[in-house]
């Protein structure tokens, strides 16, 4: 890993769950999709990294790292050869980027990242977090 990139603000996504979660907040939201046998992409992490420090903005940028094996939508992609990363904006997939192709990432996070002088994102928004909100609400209608 090069010197000063570190990897340690990639959260792990252990399931199809706490993906959801994730998904259900506001922002954007960069998904490194890997197998058990390949692991997380090294050669990313430098262009993540500064990208990362130049937003400074954990809630409106976040970096998500999960198993391919461990999550439904994406266990077809598991025993790829190469990463694999998609960008959600606010719940919704902007960008399916395949391989480390730094330019495609700053252009997918530049292109969908809140402008200084708009409001923040509204969750009704994000169609994740309505379909979870029904879901709940049903479910409580049911007990």
């Known amino acids: 890993m090069p010197a000063g990139a570190s990897d340690s603000y990639f959260v ?18 960069v998904i490194e999709v890997y197998s058990d046998w390949c692991g997380p ?6 262009m993540l990294d500064q990208e990362r420090k130049e937003t400074d903005d954990p809630v409106s940028l976040q970096f998500l790292r999960c198993k391919a094996s461990s999550v439904e939508d994406f266990k077809e992609s598991d025993n790829r050869s190469q990463p694999l990363f998609f960008v959600y904006n606010n719940g919704t997939q902007v960008a399916q980027i395949e391989g480390p192709d730094g330019p495609a990432f700053i252009k997918a996070i530049k292109d969908n990242f809140p402008q200084p002088d708009a409001s923040v994102q509204d969750l009704e928004d994000n169609p994740k977090f309505v379909a979870r909100r029904e879901r709940l609400k049903t479910q409580a209608k049911e007990t």
């Open 12 to 29: 792990e996504v252990e399931d199809s769950e706490a993906l959801d979660e994730k998904l259900c907040e506001k922002g954007i939201k």
């Open 41 to 46: 992409c090294k050669s990313i992490v430098e």
